[in-house]
């Protein structure tokens, strides 16, 4: 025979259940009304419809199929004659019309997992008069939910449709928008961390300044000030979930326990417990004795989904310890719900009455998700302002660090110390102060040293010049001797003497002048000098070159590009004298090749290389200085003045050389 039980079960295991479609199941035997009956959803059957599709099934002993008129929509019905009687399955489309039964779960019927609906519809009672054609909604906004209406057409005729949209106020929707963006960007960081971890870069510039961050005074305070936020951040945030969750389990027992306080008991009326159930919504089981002996439908009865008897605490708490209610999670098979338990009195002595939560409290969900989303953005924001201040902070505490650095900086260039901060915070007040007083004294022993270089660079250059006119004075004192000797011997041919000693002093003269010239040179200022001007260096490599070769024989002179005019910004005459000096180098330094090579790779550059005797290694640092000379002859600032007159037109010149092998003169200028 069936039963509730056997339609039950071949519903769950028919692929029906799965799918989550809402449907009405029944068992008809022959009369007017069926023999059994299985609502698995709310929604309106009409039997007389349910009765046709039953006998058609009987008298065709076939399995027929049709459609059926009904509220909301059209609904689609099967007959499936079996030996104990017509199964006639009523089922239609998943609808927000329709509402999802919350105590599925007690039957062992899985109900799909549904996000939280977007709106809610609400259909007109009675069908209208008027057609419905092309829907026209009229919407209308009440604080933070907007209303439409509309006439949709509907199983039973065209009916007046009314929707309820919440609409999330300004902050909730700023809070979501702020965390998909930082979701977004996070996922987006992670794909290009991913990207630039295959080439390694990232591993290398992490390593490069790992040490770097792990002494850095600025990095270590950043982090303690952000994990100085983040760890209560956190320990709140996982705490407000909690707190959450449990709020939230506290809601649902509280409405469980008002439930069970508004069931009034009945002793005269043996289906008072069915007639609760009907009028507060909620399936109620009955313990007595601490096992199950009634329930609101006989179905749960029998399948008895907590078990015969109630948990050993449970009983303890109600039955012994005298407690009222009690709330707690049951299981349901494959899954958990929470339950209510109340101690009752009836006619036939204490029972406990048991009822389930419902599965569809929307607006305990909404408020705890809601909450979560605000914990969420306070941490997210929170943790972008703390990584941000901490930051901030750490520039704001290193900048006096940052500003006495670039003070000794300047300082240890020659420079003046710059302006610290007239009224730094407390803590560096003695530093600043002791650098003021070191700044000071430095600049005074500057000035001290300064003078002694002064002096002993005067002292240098008189002695130097004393020692290069005492030379040429020596040969004219003993000419000028010589012609008084001469004069007063009358057997000596005085004009022979005389024109002797004139050339010699003359030459001497000239030398003198010479040496005044170069000390006048090379002691003017940068800005005294002319200006450079474009010049062919190519023209005066070609005229100096021509010039030496016809002069000293036995030195083999070359010249390679300078078959084209090169222009440089220089002094044709200067150049000349620049030149004229690193030739007559090159020859007292025993050379018998000279090489000259002008090429233009970005600077117009002259080389003159020679295999004279070179330079030692010990000397070469002191070839540019003035006074220096490896030879006992000239001034010692012929290198010394081309320099200066080199850097004067923005160029430079490098010496190279090695002790036996011969020198490199390299010489760069603009290209004008």
């Not at 509280?254 to 043996?270: F, I, K, M, Y």
């Not at 096992?291 to 439908?297: P, T, V, Y």
């Not at 000293?552 to 078959?563: H, Q, S, V």
């Not at 030692?616 to 012929?638: I, K, N, Y």
């Amino acid at each position: 025979s069936a039963t509730r039980k056997w339609l039950l079960h071949a519903y769950a295991t028919s692929p029906l259940a799965p799918a989550g479609l809402p449907v009405w199941l029944s068992v008809w035997t022959g009369g007017q009304s069926p023999a059994v009956t299985l609502p698995a959803a709310a929604f309106d059957v009409p039997l007389d419809q349910v009765r046709a599709i039953a006998q058609q099934a009987a008298a065709r002993d076939s399995v027929v199929e049709y459609p059926v008129i009904a509220q909301p929509a059209v609904e689609f019905g099967m007959g499936i004659p079996t030996s104990a009687g017509v199964v006639v399955v009523i089922a239609t489309s998943r609808t927000r019309l329709i509402a999802a039964d919350p105590f599925a779960k007690l039957l062992g019927i899985d109900q799909p997992p549904e996000a939280e609906p977007p709106y809610q519809l609400q259909l007109g009672e009675a069908p209208l008069h008027e057609a419905a054609g092309e829907p026209h909604i009229e919407w209308r906004r009440d604080a933070s939910e907007l209303h439409g209406d509309w006439v949709a057409p509907s199983g039973l005729g065209p009916r007046r449709v009314h929707v309820d949209v919440p609409l999330r106020s300004v902050d909730s929707l700023v809070q979501r928008g702020v965390l998909i963006v930082l979701f977004d960007l996070s996922i987006v960081g992670v794909l290009w961390l991913v990207s630039v971890l295959a080439d390694g870069a990232v591993g290398r510039w992490l390593r490069d300044r790992q040490r770097r961050w792990r002494r850095s005074y600025r990095t270590q305070l950043t982090l303690t000030l952000f994990g100085f936020f983040m760890i209560p951040a956190v320990a709140f945030a996982l705490w407000s979930y909690q707190q959450l969750a449990s709020d939230a389990v506290q809601s649902r027992a509280l409405l469980v326990g008002e439930t069970l306080r508004a069931v009034a008991p009945s002793p005269d009326d043996s289906s008072w417990l069915t007639h609760e159930a009907g009028r507060l919504d909620t399936p109620f089981l009955l313990y007595r004795n601490g096992e199950l002996a009634d329930a609101s439908d006989p179905l749960l009865a029998a399948l008895a989904p907590t078990g015969r008897f109630l948990a050993p605490a449970t009983q303890l708490a109600l039955a012994v310890h005298d407690e009222v209610s009690q709330s707690r999670d049951q299981a349901l098979g494959r899954t958990t719900a929470l339950f209510g338990y109340r101690a009752v009195e009836s006619s036939a002595g204490p029972v406990v009455l048991a009822a389930p939560a419902r599965a569809d409290d929307v607006p305990l969900e909404r408020r705890r998700r809601d909450l979560g989303i605000l914990v969420l953005f306070s941490t997210a924001v929170g943790a972008l302002a703390a990584f941000w201040l901490s930051g901030l902070a750490a520039r704001t505490l290193a900048g006096p660090i940052r500003a006495l650095r670039q003070a000794a900086l300047t300082l240890a260039a020659g420079g003046r110390a710059p302006a610290l901060e007239d009224n730094p915070t407390v803590e560096f007040r003695p530093v600043f102060a002791a650098f003021r007083r070191m700044a000071s004294d430095l600049e005074a022993s500057r000035a001290v040293t300064a003078h002694a270089e002064r002096v002993l660079a005067w002292g240098e250059m008189a002695r130097q010049v004393a020692h290069e006119i005492k030379n040429p004075l020596t040969p004219i004192r003993l000419g000028v001797q010589h012609l008084q000797r001469a004069r007063a011997d009358r057997r000596v041919d005085f004009d022979r003497v005389l024109d002797e000693n004139v050339a010699r002093i003359l030459a001497e003269i000239d030398h003198l002048d010479e040496i005044a010239r170069a000390f006048s040179r090379y002691g003017s200022a940068p800005s005294e000098r002319p200006a450079a001007e474009p010049t062919d260096v190519a023209a005066v490599l070609r005229d100096l070159i021509g010039l030496e070769r016809m002069g000293e024989e036995g030195i083999a002179w070359r010249l390679d590009g300078a078959d084209a005019r090169q222009m440089a910004l220089a002094r044709g005459d200067e150049l000349r004298e620049v030149l004229l000096n690193v030739y007559e180098n090159a020859r007292l330094a025993g050379a018998r090749t000279i090489a000259t090579t002008l090429a233009a790779n970005g600077a117009v550059t002259i080389e003159v290389r020679d295999d004279g005797h070179g330079i030692s290694a010990e000397l070469l640092p002191r070839v540019f200085e003035p006074h220096f000379s490896t030879r006992t002859s000239g001034s010692g600032l012929g290198l010394a003045i081309s320099r200066q007159l080199i850097e004067g037109w923005n160029g430079r010149v490098e010496l190279e050389s090695r002790e036996g092998a011969g020198t490199l003169v390299r010489i760069a200028l603009r290209p004008a």
